[in-house]
């Protein structure tokens, strides 16, 4: 698998994810989403790792590029059981 940086169309490898150890990507229930946010608040070097990744995502605007991450963090099937409205 491969991801395309549409920023500057260079191909980024899965390897990049993969240094992201002990969160499997994307992420499917909310035991993984859980942990995400465990390692992200207690291990600043996966942090950075995250953002360094997510930030290589591209996109024509701003919505398609969420869209990316979010597909890159979540599957639809744990999505679909939040609300970004909080209705």
């Known amino acids: 698998m491969?991801?395309?940086?549409?920023?500057?169309?260079?191909?980024l490898t899965e390897s990049l994810f993969?240094?992201?150890t002990g969160c499997p990507l994307p992420i499917d229930n909310i035991?993984?989403?859980?942990?995400l946010e465990d390692k992200i608040s207690g291990d600043k070097c996966?942090?950075?790792k995250l953002?360094?990744?997510?930030?290589?995502?591209g996109g024509k605007n701003l919505?398609?590029?969420?869209?990316?991450?979010m597909n890159k963090l979540?599957?639809?099937e744990l999505m679909s059981q939040y609300s970004f409205t909080g209705k």
Request: glycine share 0%.
């Open 74 to 76: 979540f599957t639809d």
């Open 31 to 35: 035991i993984d989403l859980n942990t």
């Open 63 to 69: 919505k398609l590029m969420v869209k990316r991450i």
């Open 51 to 57: 953002i360094n990744e997510l930030s290589c995502t």
């Open 2 to 11: 491969q991801l395309t940086n549409y920023n500057n169309s260079e191909t």
């Open 46 to 48: 996966f942090r950075n």
């Open 18 to 20: 993969n240094d992201l």
